[in-house]
């Protein structure tokens, strides 16, 4: 079984930045890819971004493109979401997922794996 911790969430103002990161524990697959996810209120769980297992491999949505920086660090089992130039369209509650093998995932149903989610609130 594996175990998502997300954090780093909080209230900012148009313009701001924020840092995520998700600590992967239990037994993770050595190859596996990671994303992130948002979802706003009565809204389905939009993709935001997703990594490879290499760390080089990334993919964003485009509204995020520029201003958001997906990165994994496979010693510490950890991934990060660094998000700049927020906008209000940005809030949401951010998830991150993981998925054993190798590749992209942009979809929810590719991923086997959910944290609990973090609270992103940008204010106009």
């Known amino acids: 079984q594996v175990q998502l911790v997300e954090s780093g969430g909080g209230l900012v103002q148009t313009g701001g930045s924020l840092r995520l990161s998700c600590v992967a524990s239990?037994?993770?697959?050595?190859?596996?890819?990671m994303g992130w996810f948002r979802q706003a209120p009565g809204k389905e769980r939009d993709f935001v971004a997703t990594?490879?297992?290499?760390?080089?491999?990334?993919y964003y949505t485009d509204s995020v493109v520029d201003r958001f920086t997906i990165s994994r660090d496979n010693a510490n089992n950890t991934m990060y979401l660094q998000m700049n130039s927020l906008k209000p369209e940005d809030t949401g509650v951010y998830y991150c997922?993981?998925?054993?093998?190798?590749?992209?995932?942009?979809?929810?149903?590719?991923?086997?794996?959910w944290g609990q989610g973090t609270q992103v609130t940008v204010s106009s």
């Open positions: 997922a993981l998925a054993d093998g190798y590749g992209l995932g942009l979809s929810p149903a590719q991923y086997t794996y």
């Open positions: 990594i490879a297992w290499n760390g080089v491999n990334k």
């Open positions: 239990g037994r993770t697959a050595s190859r596996n890819y």
